[in-house]
């Protein structure tokens, strides 16, 4: 072959590596999917992942729905990694309720990053701060009326994704324990995005979402007086593979880098 290069469009060059690489000619690069929390997505792939891959050589598929649907398909071996957003035995707990005779105790997570949960109000609810004590009063049903802490007389409208999500499962462990959350006429949607968006139209909406949604949008963050941690986990189905370390060490490098 000569010394020449040519600078081919991207998608030839896909074709041309694909090519050589089923002659023989190039080892083809090893990938791992990655599938679950849209909340690690975010924080963590979203802004790193080229950088992983360049520094690993290990190609990434990132499949993002939901922290507990990463660890079902670890489960039917349809990803080498989950990515999860909240603790794991809290996910063993929620996914045990449907399907109780996985082999949970096969699960290892090694945790990545931390991040935040929020609180979304619509923009003209006036309460625009709670302590975390009133909010569990709001979530178990205790307290319905935003009138009890000072604002209208509107039947507070919970909205949060429907039960799988790891912001969801972080704020019911830090509030309700083993519970759930039983606050009448709650919204239910299907993934975080849609959560800014019913809370925009619903005045009297209290919304449980991801922060690094709030923080890139102009979504109205109701305060508290502490925050609910979420911890974000890669998590393998026995032991992590020598390439599944690769990948986790380079994302936590990456993530203390921001620190």
Same mark, same amino acid.
């Given at each position: ?77 349809k990803a080498d990694l989950?990515? &999860?957003?909240?603790g794991l035995a809290k ?5 045990? =309720?449907?399907?109780? @005779?996985? #082999?949970? *105790? !096969? ?100 919304? &449980? ?11 109205? =963050?109701?305060?508290? @007086?502490? #925050?609910? *941690? !979420? ?9 992590p593979s020598s390439d ?16």
């Amino acid at each position: 072959m000569s010394g020449i290069t040519f600078c081919l469009p991207r998608a030839c060059v896909a074709v041309v590596v694909a090519a050589a690489a089923a002659a023989g000619l190039v080892a083809p690069a090893p990938a791992l999917t990655l599938q679950g929390s849209t909340t690690f997505t975010m924080t963590v792939v979203e802004p790193h992942a080229k950088a992983v891959e360049d520094e690993t050589g290990i190609g990434l598929e990132i499949i993002p729905n939901k922290s507990s649907l990463g660890l079902l398909a670890l489960f039917e071996h349809k990803a080498d990694l989950a990515m &999860i957003s909240a603790g794991l035995a809290k996910e063993i707990q929620l996914l045990k =309720e449907i399907h109780p @005779d996985l #082999p949970f *105790e !096969q699960l290892n997570a090694a945790e990545i990053a931390r991040t935040r949960a929020a609180f979304v109000v619509h923009p003209a609810n006036p309460v625009r701060r709670l302590p975390l004590a009133s909010i569990r009063r709001i979530l178990t049903g205790e307290v319905v009326n935003w009138k009890a802490f000072g604002g209208a007389d509107l039947p507070i409208r919970v909205v949060v994704v429907r039960t799988g999500g790891g912001v969801l499962a972080s704020v019911e462990a830090a509030l309700l324990g083993s519970g759930h959350i039983s606050t009448p006429d709650a919204i239910r949607v299907q993934v975080g995005t849609q959560i800014l968006k019913v809370v925009a139209q619903e005045p009297a909406a209290l919304g &449980i979402t991801q922060f690094g949604l709030v923080r890139r949008g102009s979504a109205v =963050e109701l305060e508290t @007086d502490q #925050p609910i *941690e !979420q911890i974000l986990s890669l998590v393998s189905l026995g032991e992590p593979s020598s390439d599944d370390r690769r990948v986790i060490e380079a994302m936590r490098r990456r993530m203390e880098t921001e620190r």
